[in-house]
């Protein structure tokens, strides 16, 4: 069973830069793609990045040049880099595991709020 644990929110002012993390616990890490979404208050969950596990990135429009996402298959971990915060970036974000043609093998965290306010 996989069990993913996020870190790192919290409130930032407008301009600021927080780093996400979400550590992984069970088997084969390097076989996911995972991938942080967001959802703000009163819409829809959205993805914000993903990572494969050769390392292909893939972003949303609205936080490309601003955030980057990375992993650590040593660590279990993946990360969430996020700079140039706007307030359009408050949300509860979550990290999520999906394990490569299998979409059964689909595994979400409890989530992390970031505020980005002055």
């Known amino acids: 069973q996989v069990q993913l644990v996020e870190s790192g929110g919290g409130l930032v002012q407008p301009g600021g830069s927080l780093r996400l993390s979400c550590a992984f616990s069970?088997?084969?890490?390097?076989?996911?793609?995972m991938g942080w979404y967001r959802q703000a208050p009163g819409k829809q969950r959205e993805l914000v990045a993903m990572?494969?596990?050769?390392?292909?990135?893939n972003y949303a429009d609205s936080v490309k040049g601003r955030f980057t996402i990375a992993r650590d298959n040593a660590k279990l971990t993946t990360y969430l880099q996020m700079n140039s915060l706007n307030p359009e970036d408050t949300a509860v974000y979550y990290c999520?595991?999906?394990?490569?043609?299998?979409?059964?093998?689909?595994?979400w965290g409890q989530g992390t709020q970031v505020t980005v306010s002055s």
């Open positions: 069970g088997s084969n890490f390097n076989l996911y793609t």
């Open positions: 990572i494969t596990p050769g390392g292909s990135t």
């Open positions: 999520n595991a999906q394990l490569v043609l299998l979409p059964n093998y689909n595994y």
